[in-house]
């Protein structure tokens, strides 16, 4: 995940040096707290963590404490040393510490690879590194914890409860600071934080976990962003079509869902008894209608898009907010074409794949997933999907990066990663060719030669889910979204009360004109101004007796300075112009 800023450089990786802190900081935890226990403790992105079985719940007032306790280890910790030992040494000295999930740990290694601990001063960790050379190297003002979770060991909600405590590590405190500063501006971002305060969306525990509700203001977002999806489907030749959200269990065994996605299906339900499912995905819905008649080559190619919902299962510990969910909506469309017109249709998809993205000024990389280990179809079949997608990539200009075995079993694919306003990727469109379903509903058409030949699918998701690509979409923009989603784009403000009739025509006005409106007449003006910009409501016309006289509101936009005069009209035609170009800046 890239930042605003580049970090600078020290005598080795940021990983290392945030793998050693991770060190310094499990030492001084067991100072601190000499009956813990220690599991994992690696670097990730921007920082490190580490798992502590500990006598008591901690609190935000024990990481201060923490981390003097950690510059006093690093006053002491001198050299890393790295030392490799026999399966038995390691074992006796896991044993003696009494660090029992370092002992399972070490179950894991394989056998035909070395076990290594490093030390620093007296603390011994079981690891791989790597890590600084000397302690000396850690800057001390270049550290902060951050926050505190649970997490269950290995995952795993049958096993313990372990407290993990976050934090990042830099070369020097402007770095540092400057991280915190981003991770500050993360946080306000945050589209939980955010659905809260706007009443945008809930998840009830009643109706269940990782199921979304989407409230009337978000709601308004999602129809937009629907109503323009349709409108370049249509346009791009595409044809709706509706699946049901059930069906028998037979369907997704034929698909090889079941097969190779057993873990992610929701539980059958018992239905004239008969086990059915709920769908984790449109596809074979899809392959159903194509093969409810007979096709032509001249049909070919047929391209079905359903906003379709789905559900599958992910661990309780996975789900965040509309991020990770368990119920969503797929912008799904398959493309059915010949082998000759593949590509083609590969460079309209890649095409709606970017006016899509840079509409909401996201910039992005693509990925060119290979054959995996294991695969379905020839090594000529996979060449030649292989071709027409950098073929098509060509004949857009777009670069791919390789992903070597990235594809999936029925065929490759290019993956988007998208980066948004504050420098972060997210997962974002995908293409995929497949030949698996082709194979196993033994899809044909009639070819030109009169023959039954098989024909190729594309999938192709951009948004992907609705709830996951809506909660990045909040974060992008920290809510303030443009006109054409925003759901409240315009507020009036009288004065006083003489300007309330005027200020209801001009709402009235912007509503014939298909902007959402606030009227806001009650209280000081200062505090409905702060009201509006806690709403996130970008536009507030301000009407007062100089107003009314002349036929014009004080305009105030979000993120400019001062006020501006306007007539109503000229008011109207901006709005206008934002919302039909969809411009991003207000």
Not at 328 to 353: K, N
């Amino acid at each position: 995940m890239s930042l605003p800023f580049d970090p600078q450089e020290g005598p080795v990786s940021l990983h290392a040096l945030r793998h050693s802190t991770s060190h310094i900081m499990a030492d001084a935890v067991l100072r601190l707290f000499p009956e813990a226990k220690v599991a994992i403790g690696p670097p990730v992105d921007h920082g490190f963590y580490y798992d502590f079985e500990l006598p008591r719940p901690l609190t935000e007032e024990d990481l201060p404490v923490i981390e003097e306790e950690m510059r006093k280890v690093l006053a002491e910790a001198g050299e890393f040393i790295c030392s490799s030992l026999s399966r038995a040494e390691a074992a006796d000295r896991l044993r003696e510490a009494g660090q029992d999930y370092k002992l399972e740990l070490l179950d894991d290694i394989p056998e035909d690879e070395g076990v290594t601990f490093y030390d620093h001063g007296t603390w011994s960790d079981l690891c791989e590194g790597p890590h600084v050379e000397t302690a000396d190297q850690i800057p001390a003002n270049g550290f902060k914890l951050t926050h505190t979770a649970g997490a269950y060991w290995r995952g795993d909600s049958d096993k313990t409860m372990l407290q993990r405590i976050y934090g990042t590590a830099w070369w020097n405190r402007k770095d540092l600071r400057k991280y915190l500063a981003w991770l500050e501006e993360v946080q306000k971002r945050d589209h939980r934080k955010l659905g809260r305060e706007l009443d945008l969306f809930s998840i009830d525990p009643d109706f269940g976990a990782g199921l979304v509700f989407w409230h009337p203001k978000l709601g308004q977002v999602r129809r937009k962003l629907e109503a323009w999806w349709w409108d370049l489907h249509e346009a791009a030749g595409y044809w709706p079509v509706y699946t049901p959200h059930v069906a028998g269990e037979q369907v997704f065994e034929r698909s090889g869902h079941l097969e190779n996605y057993a873990d992610m299906i929701w539980a059958p339900m018992d239905v004239d008894g008969r086990p059915y499912r709920v769908k984790p995905m449109n596809c074979p819905g899809h392959v159903s209608i194509f093969n409810s008649r007979r096709h032509s080559y001249r049909d070919l190619p047929l391209k079905y898009a359903e906003l379709g919902s789905v559900y599958r299962y992910e661990p309780s510990g996975t789900l965040h907010g509309m991020l990770r969910v368990r119920g969503f909506t797929q912008d799904d469309a398959h493309i059915f074409c010949t082998p000759g017109q593949l590509e083609d249709e590969l460079v309209e998809v890649l095409e709606m794949v970017d006016q899509i993205l840079s509409t909401f000024g996201y910039s992005y990389t693509a990925y060119l997933a290979t054959q995996p280990e294991k695969s379905m179809g020839s090594d000529e079949v996979w060449e030649h999907a292989l071709e027409a997608l950098r073929g098509a990539a060509a004949r857009r200009d777009l670069a791919l990066e390789e992903d070597p075995g990235g594809g999936v079993f029925y065929g490759p694919k290019i993956d988007f990663k998208m980066r948004d306003a504050l420098g972060r990727e997210w997962q974002g469109p995908t293409v995929q060719v497949d030949f698996n379903l082709p194979e196993r509903f033994d899809l044909h058409f009639n070819d030109a030669d009169n023959q039954l030949k098989r024909p190729v699918m594309v999938h192709r998701a951009i948004f992907g889910s609705f709830e996951r690509f809506v909660g990045g979409l909040i974060e992008h923009f920290a809510a303030w979204f443009p006109i054409w989603l925003c759901p409240i784009p315009a507020a009036v403000l009288p004065i006083t009360a003489d300007q309330e009739e005027a200020a209801a025509s001009i709402a009235r006005i912007l509503g014939e004109a298909g902007f959402r409106t606030a009227l806001r007449t009650e209280g000081p003006l200062r505090r409905r101004i702060r009201e509006c910009e806690m709403e996130k409501i970008p536009y507030m016309a301000v009407l007062g007796e100089r107003e009314v006289e002349s036929g014009t509101v004080s305009l105030r936009v979000h993120g400019k300075d001062g006020q501006e005069a306007l007539s109503v009209e000229d008011f109207v035609a901006r709005l206008r112009e934002r919302r039909d170009s969809r411009a991003l800046e207000y």
